[in-house]
DNA sequence: CCTTCGGTTCGAACCGTTTCGATCGACGTT
DNA sequence: AACGTCGATCGAAACGGTTCGAACCGAAGG
């Protein structure tokens, strides 16, 4: 690999004019000449490392996502690569599966010297609260929010979400519904079903811990779960799955077991997934505004990396409400 | 940050022996012990930066694929993360769009000096063989090949994956069958195009052009094609879609212009998506054995990373054949 | 008592940049 | 003719590690 001193050499000048010339540095034009012939002719490109040690700083932007393969953080990712590119950054891709891998992964960013990091945050509880506060590096959660945590977030209102999914069941005459949440403790899941139970409650309706399943929002681990209660006694009359996949999995598991969806059981969830069009019966789901919340995202991190002094940004939060789009997975109990 | 220096001060001891305990040079067991402690107490990682512009490497190990939103690459991902992360190296994801981002995004990531790359190559022609084989950098193709070039290769037999799905509709008595088709020139799509004119012919079945349509391998686009031809004179019995989110597109132009799958028109297709199962008529594709695939390309990629002299191991190829999974989505015309 | 030896530890050079103060030469001013 | 100015260029230090030969030290051998 060539280096600014092969550069230098056969330009006839120094490295620092070289590196002045590469730079804004004030440099003859006859010299820039010189020095960009002789950097073609040798197929010089700077080295980012040398680059970034000695900035202290890399140009990467690290987004650490739950799970990519959810087509969720596929679309985080499209809108993200594209700010980034246009401001000279690459983006490196870490996925965390749980908490466990997840403070490796953020170890290992921290040495990589990395730019900025767009998380999606998956712990809970004081000491994960601090850990991620100590982390000396400009930083956006997004999706899952660290109560306590002074950083910037960008996430939807889940309560919201699952209540009005909830409300429009409620008023088609389901009062047997299901609720499939995620990891308990984990931010949007708590929320979701904290939606539900107020709308159950503000209808009167009490909550059926056997209607209550928990599948880690894995779509596989619904589908056995939903496997198991509606070959059980009881059987309710609509679910709300607190995610896409799990949506996915609960509906297979359905169809597996010859119920038709909505005659027999309904369904809604929150996210979709592309081409959700094609999912027989077309979901009725919630869908978030990912488009904005992840260019509010990128931009943050950009103005943080950015700045001078980045702590003196205060923390930002920005919470965007999510949308209903009526599918046909729900029926309508009072005819 | 903490640096190696703070460490070797608060330890008492010179910089070269605090290096020496964090590889594995001789130290002694007592000067080691004091060492660990005051990086304990200082909280001293090391710079990665610093080590990789030493190294003339980074350990970071780069993906490149076409689009990560398609669920073929996210499942590439999982599997490839999983191998390097037990390598203690991490993955950097970067998308490209076309050829004219790749050749930017190949130049950050050499710019970054990762250690190896595991590539989707999207160009063609023997400017881009050139340039391929020129970047000094581990390196493994994967999915589309470039003829000619000296490098690792792993993917599918597309054309026995399109011949084997043509002949099945064949066999199913469809004689005007609808190719739907990649950008031009892309090897998949050549590959999987000629499978199937290799189908047809020896069924003595002539190809008619205004039956092969060009969908860049995206859903919108196929979306777009597949309604315009449906609403124009020439109809087919069939469509064989030479990608997973083309089929989506195809299939959901169908269902809005009224077309009943598989009664009206059938479909196959190759590579399936997550929540397959769930797509109503359920689909007829064939399927790449990626786990084998992506486990072959990452294992390789870490030989030439860790080989003292990579040049010495010769570029090596696997060729998988496809499996055909049967669904619902063909109607047999024979009856 | 002097050498030799093996295990530890140290110092300095180096990786490829950026940065900043110093130098140099031409030119206009007094 | 001496001087200050200014733009262009240079040299050296620094970023935070690794590496390798040299130095050191106590024990064993002659």
Redesign the pocket.
């Given at each position: 690999?060539a280096?600014?001193?092969d550069v230098a050499k056969r330009a006839?000048?120094?490295?620092?004019?070289v590196?002045?010339a590469?730079?804004e540095?004030?440099?003859?034009d006859?010299?820039?000449r010189r020095i960009t012939d002789a950097a073609r002719a040798v197929g010089?490109?700077?080295?980012l490392l040398?680059?970034s040690?000695?900035?202290?700083r890399s140009r990467l932007i690290a987004l650490v996502p739950g799970d990519i393969t959810n087509p969720f953080f596929g679309n985080w990712l499209t809108v993200i690569e594209k700010h980034a590119l246009a401001a000279n950054r690459a983006i490196i891709v870490s996925n965390t599966h749980g908490v466990a891998r997840e403070q490796t992964v953020l170890e290992l960013l921290k040495a990589q010297r990395v730019a900025g990091m767009l998380i999606n945050p998956q712990g809970t509880g004081p000491e994960y609260r601090a850990y991620l506060e100590a982390i000396d590096v400009p930083l956006v959660t997004f999706d899952q929010f660290v109560p306590g945590l002074e950083r910037d977030y960008v996430g939807t209102d889940n309560e919201l979400a699952a209540r009005m999914l909830t409300e429009y069941m409620l008023r088609l005459g389901h009062r047997q519904i299901c609720f499939i949440g995620g990891q308990p403790g984990l931010w949007t899941t708590e929320r979701r079903r904290e939606g539900f139970v107020a709308a159950m409650h503000q209808a009167g309706l009490p909550i059926d811990e056997d209607l209550m399943l928990i599948a880690n929002y894995e779509g596989d681990v619904a589908y056995r779960e939903t496997t198991r209660l509606l070959t059980g006694p009881k059987r309710p009359t609509a679910i709300l799955a607190s995610n896409n996949v799990m949506a996915l999995g609960a509906l297979q598991a359905m169809i597996d077991l010859g119920f038709r969806c909505p005659q027999d059981i309904s369904l809604t969830t929150i996210d979709d997934v592309p081409w959700m069009g094609l999912v027989k019966p077309r979901l009725t789901f919630a869908i978030q505004p990912l488009h904005e919340l992840a260019a509010v995202a990128i931009k943050w991190l950009l103005e943080r990396i950015e700045s001078r002094d980045q702590a003196a940004i205060p923390p930002r939060r920005m919470i965007l409400p999510p949308k209903i789009i009526l599918g046909e997975s729900c029926a309508d109990l009072r005819v």
């Amino acid at each position: 690999m060539a280096t600014i001193r092969d550069v230098a050499k056969r330009a006839g000048v120094s490295i620092s004019t070289v590196s002045a010339a590469f730079n804004e540095g004030r440099v003859s034009d006859e010299t820039k000449r010189r020095i960009t012939d002789a950097a073609r002719a040798v197929g010089y490109s700077p080295n980012l490392l040398a680059q970034s040690l000695k900035s202290g700083r890399s140009r990467l932007i690290a987004l650490v996502p739950g799970d990519i393969t959810n087509p969720f953080f596929g679309n985080w990712l499209t809108v993200i690569e594209k700010h980034a590119l246009a401001a000279n950054r690459a983006i490196i891709v870490s996925n965390t599966h749980g908490v466990a891998r997840e403070q490796t992964v953020l170890e290992l960013l921290k040495a990589q010297r990395v730019a900025g990091m767009l998380i999606n945050p998956q712990g809970t509880g004081p000491e994960y609260r601090a850990y991620l506060e100590a982390i000396d590096v400009p930083l956006v959660t997004f999706d899952q929010f660290v109560p306590g945590l002074e950083r910037d977030y960008v996430g939807t209102d889940n309560e919201l979400a699952a209540r009005m999914l909830t409300e429009y069941m409620l008023r088609l005459g389901h009062r047997q519904i299901c609720f499939i949440g995620g990891q308990p403790g984990l931010w949007t899941t708590e929320r979701r079903r904290e939606g539900f139970v107020a709308a159950m409650h503000q209808a009167g309706l009490p909550i059926d811990e056997d209607l209550m399943l928990i599948a880690n929002y894995e779509g596989d681990v619904a589908y056995r779960e939903t496997t198991r209660l509606l070959t059980g006694p009881k059987r309710p009359t609509a679910i709300l799955a607190s995610n896409n996949v799990m949506a996915l999995g609960a509906l297979q598991a359905m169809i597996d077991l010859g119920f038709r969806c909505p005659q027999d059981i309904s369904l809604t969830t929150i996210d979709d997934v592309p081409w959700m069009g094609l999912v027989k019966p077309r979901l009725t789901f919630a869908i978030q505004p990912l488009h904005e919340l992840a260019a509010v995202a990128i931009k943050w991190l950009l103005e943080r990396i950015e700045s001078r002094d980045q702590a003196a940004i205060p923390p930002r939060r920005m919470i965007l409400p999510p949308k209903i789009i009526l599918g046909e997975s729900c029926a309508d109990l009072r005819v």
